[in-house]
């Protein structure tokens, strides 16, 4: 039984659809959290447009070219089905992939083509199958029945860039060039490329001028190899021997014009020109590894001496922990910070005093030290005798225009305050 899988970007790089051996496929962000997972279908359903998912295995699927939330997946139940990325209980619309005589197969492989408008499917039987998706599905609008051996999978399909050349691989070992224009018939075809996996690709240059595809390790044979065929003649350009293993698949990126190979060794492989080049395999290819610097370290000899005097005695090494905790002590290691004011005067406020007085009378420069816990009251009357005797404030003031004091006394007789009096 054939079963594959795909795990592919989406266009705007912040999902990635993940197809496996399971009859639901899942979309993924780029932090590996799902986004939706498409439904399963009723497995006991003959009629697969009744039901709503997949009923067995999938085997490929892709990304819609230009719309980010449109996918397409193709199943071992003979179809393939349109999803939305925001309504995954359900398929946009159903693709049935027939055979010549009218019965069911499988699609192997699926793909858009480069503007987004053509469906194309490989299917087991050898065939390859196109939907024009402005039309409706019933019938394809191209069809090759005997593009490729009859049950050996078609891997891959790619579509050129300027949409008008198809590139098949297969597991019959060929690959083969077609024009979409003239459909019959391939224009050109390569033979002798052993495939043992099922998901072995081929792809064009972004400028369409080579086509890309990997070789796996035949008997005999050293190094897996990478092909390049010219997409006018079709003659091998260059070949690349890539590991001692199989190439499985390739990946020609059109913006950073690197070349990504995976290999069945599990190794990861990557090509590209210093100068045609852009990001990508650059950015990391200048760092050079750092080299580790070793410090050498002369242990001492430790003489412990018990009798000598304390000036020349040596203090035993310590653990880490006793280390620490001595340098906790420390003021200076443990950069203790400034400890907090408790008294102090010249425009310091005590700790302690927290009253107006008392830190009016602070401010007021008076060498003598004030005890915050005393009365106001008894504080000032101290110097009530001396303020009597040796006025300073307002007696100097009023000495010259009235030597004696007139205070105002209250009305003994009840005559009328000048106060206002509440009512």
């Given at each position: 039984?054939?079963?594959?899988?795909?795990?592919?970007?989406?266009?705007?790089?912040?999902?990635?659809?993940?197809?496996?051996?399971?009859?639901?496929?899942?979309?993924?962000?780029?932090?590996?959290?799902?986004?939706?997972?498409?439904?399963?279908?009723?497995?006991?359903?003959?009629?697969?447009?009744r039901t709503k998912g997949h009923t067995a295995s999938l085997n490929s699927g892709s990304w819609h070219p230009?719309?980010?939330?449109?996918?397409?997946?193709?199943?071992?139940?003979?179809?393939?089905?349109?999803?939305?990325?925001?309504?995954?209980?359900?398929?946009?619309?159903?693709?049935r992939c027939r055979a010549q005589n009218g019965v069911k197969t499988v699609p192997t492989t699926c793909t858009?083509?480069?503007?987004?408008?053509?469906?194309a499917c490989g299917c087991i039987d050898g065939s390859i199958q196109m939907w024009d998706q402005r039309k409706?599905?019933?019938?394809?609008?191209?069809?090759?029945?005997?593009?490729?051996?009859?049950?050996?999978?078609?891997?891959?399909?790619?579509?050129?860039?300027?949409?008008?050349?198809?590139?098949?691989?297969?597991?019959?070992?060929?690959?083969?060039?077609?024009?979409?224009?003239?459909?019959?018939?391939?224009?050109?075809?390569?033979?002798?490329?052993?495939?043992?996996?099922?998901?072995?690709?081929?792809?064009?240059?972004?400028?369409?001028?080579?086509?890309?595809?990997?070789?796996?390790?035949?008997?005999?044979?050293?190094?897996?190899?990478?092909?390049?065929?010219?997409?006018?003649?079709?003659?091998?350009?260059?070949?690349?021997?890539?590991?001692?293993?199989?190439?499985?698949?390739?990946?020609?990126?059109?913006?950073?014009?690197?070349?990504?190979?995976?290999?069945?060794?599990?190794?990861?492989?990557?090509?590209?020109?210093?100068?045609?080049?852009?990001?990508?395999?650059?950015?990391?290819?200048?760092?050079?590894?750092?080299?580790?610097?070793?410090?050498?370290?002369?242990?001492?000899?430790?003489?412990?001496?018990?009798?000598?005097?304390?000036?020349?005695?040596?203090?035993?090494?310590?653990?880490?922990?006793?280390?620490?905790?001595?340098?906790?002590?420390?003021?200076?290691?443990?950069?203790?910070?400034?400890?907090?004011?408790?008294?102090?005067?010249?425009?310091?406020?005590?700790?302690?005093?927290?009253?107006?007085?008392?830190?009016?009378?602070?401010?007021?420069?008076?060498?003598?030290?004030?005890?915050?816990?005393?009365?106001?009251?008894?504080?000032?009357?101290?110097?009530?005798?001396?303020?009597?005797?040796?006025?300073?404030?307002?007696?100097?003031?009023?000495?010259?225009?009235?030597?004696?004091?007139?205070?105002?006394?209250?009305?003994?007789?009840?005559?009328?305050?000048?106060?206002?009096?509440?009512?």
């Open positions: 039984m054939y079963v594959s899988g795909t795990l592919q970007y989406s266009t705007t790089g912040d999902m990635i659809l993940v197809v496996s051996g399971a009859a639901q496929a899942k979309v993924l962000d780029r932090d590996g959290f799902e986004k939706c997972e498409t439904v399963k279908g009723d497995q006991y359903l003959i009629d697969m447009s230009f719309s980010k939330e449109q996918y397409l997946t193709c199943s071992q139940d003979s179809t393939c089905r349109i999803w939305v990325l925001n309504s995954p209980r359900c398929h946009k619309s159903l693709i858009y083509s480069r503007d987004g408008t053509v469906i409706n599905f019933v019938t394809p609008s191209l069809v090759s029945r005997g593009a490729h051996t009859q049950h050996t999978e078609i891997s891959s399909l790619s579509f050129s860039y300027t949409k008008q050349m198809l590139a098949s691989r297969a597991c019959d070992d060929t690959l083969k060039l077609w024009d979409l224009r003239m459909f019959k018939s391939p224009i050109f075809v390569a033979k002798d490329l052993f495939s043992r996996y099922n998901t072995t690709d081929c792809m064009f240059s972004p400028d369409d001028t080579m086509v890309v595809t990997g070789q796996s390790l035949n008997k005999g044979a050293q190094n897996g190899k990478m092909l390049f065929y010219n997409s006018t003649t079709f003659d091998v350009v260059n070949q690349i021997s890539v590991t001692n293993s199989h190439v499985i698949k390739t990946l020609w990126h059109p913006k950073l014009n690197q070349v990504f190979v995976g290999c069945g060794n599990g190794i990861v492989k990557v090509y590209y020109d210093p100068k045609k080049s852009m990001r990508g395999a650059k950015l990391c290819v200048v760092k050079t590894h750092t080299k580790q610097k070793h410090i050498e370290i002369m242990s001492t000899q430790q003489i412990i001496t018990p009798h000598a005097l304390p000036l020349f005695r040596q203090d035993r090494p310590k653990s880490v922990r006793k280390q620490m905790e001595k340098d906790r002590l420390d003021p200076v290691k443990s950069r203790r910070p400034d400890l907090p004011i408790t008294s102090g005067q010249g425009g310091r406020v005590a700790s302690s005093g927290g009253t107006l007085s008392s830190y009016v009378i602070r401010n007021l420069g008076l060498s003598k030290r004030i005890e915050d816990d005393q009365d106001p009251r008894e504080a000032i009357l101290k110097y009530a005798k001396i303020a009597e005797e040796k006025p300073y404030w307002i007696a100097p003031a009023y000495k010259r225009t009235q030597p004696r004091t007139i205070f105002q006394t209250d009305d003994q007789d009840g005559g009328l305050s000048n106060k206002r009096q509440k009512q």
